[in-house]
């Protein structure tokens, strides 16, 4: 079956340490992205990527970092500069350019402890 | 500056009543919405969706309806269910961008009470 696989499900991180958080697709989509859910607000957008090799910074890129070698793969790196790094993300994945809405992963719960 | 915006929280409906959700938006640019329903500890799963050339889109108990004139979108779920108690989420995208990138609301919470 096709789908968005995010790893791992719940994640604890020390204060100071990098985390990166797996995303992998099977869909053959071109586009993917990294949204961030804090409790009480809206999905917002870290980074995306439209294609290999290249990728944008979203309304909230600041202390974290991404990568896109593989069309199947975007993962997040939450860098020790990201100030307030727990909270759930969510990766997602569409058809370039085209009309149809993201498909999303079951998310990753960031705990800095 | 929010440019989606669900401006209830949340919301309570009856089982078998019907539950509006509303939506906002300022972007002119906009020209594609949708509406996702999302679960706690969740992916947002896609609901139903209304390109702007339309003013209704229908699919089983969901209705999704869009005012242009007033930026203005809303989806009505009849009758509602205790399974709809959910977070949903409204979201917009201009087709023309270089990307299909999505702008969310903050979300309603809707808890169908039995």
């Known amino acids: 079956d096709g789908g968005i696989t995010q790893s791992p499900k719940y994640l604890f991180r020390k204060e100071g340490q990098n985390v990166t958080l797996s995303c992998e697709q099977n869909?053959?989509?071109?586009?993917m992205y990294w949204y961030r859910q804090d409790p009480g607000q809206g999905l917002r957008l870290i980074y995306y990527?439209?294609?290999?090799?290249?990728?944008q910074k979203g309304d909230i890129a600041e202390g974290y970092s991404v990568s896109r070698e593989k069309k199947e793969s975007f993962p997040l790196t939450v860098t020790s500069a990201q100030k307030n790094p727990t909270a759930f993300y969510l990766c997602?994945?569409?058809?370039?350019?085209?009309?149809?809405?993201?498909?999303f992963g079951s998310g990753t719960r960031l705990t800095v402890v | 500056d929010q440019q989606v915006k669900q401006n209830s929280p949340s919301l309570s409906v009856q089982e078998g009543r019907i539950s509006i959700l509303n939506c906002d938006y300022t972007?002119?640019?906009?020209?594609?919405f949708l509406w996702y329903k999302k679960y706690p500890a969740e992916g947002p799963t896609f609901l139903i969706s209304?390109?702007?050339?339309?003013d209704k889109n229908e699919d089983g108990r969901f209705t999704v309806f869009l005012n242009k004139s007033a930026k203005h979108l809303s989806l009505h779920i009849v009758p509602s269910q205790p399974g709809d108690s959910a977070v949903y989420f409204c979201?917009?995208?201009?087709?023309?961008?270089?990307?299909?990138?999505?702008?969310f609301g903050t979300g309603t919470r809707l808890q169908v009470t039995l």
């Open positions: 869909l053959n989509h071109d586009a």
């Open positions: 997602a994945s569409s058809i370039y350019r085209g009309d149809y809405g993201y498909t």
């Open positions: 972007n002119s640019m906009f020209d594609y």
């Open positions: 979201a917009a995208s201009a087709l023309g961008g270089t990307a299909s990138k999505l702008t």
């Open positions: 990527s439209q294609i290999v090799n290249d990728f």
């Open positions: 209304i390109s702007s050339i339309k």
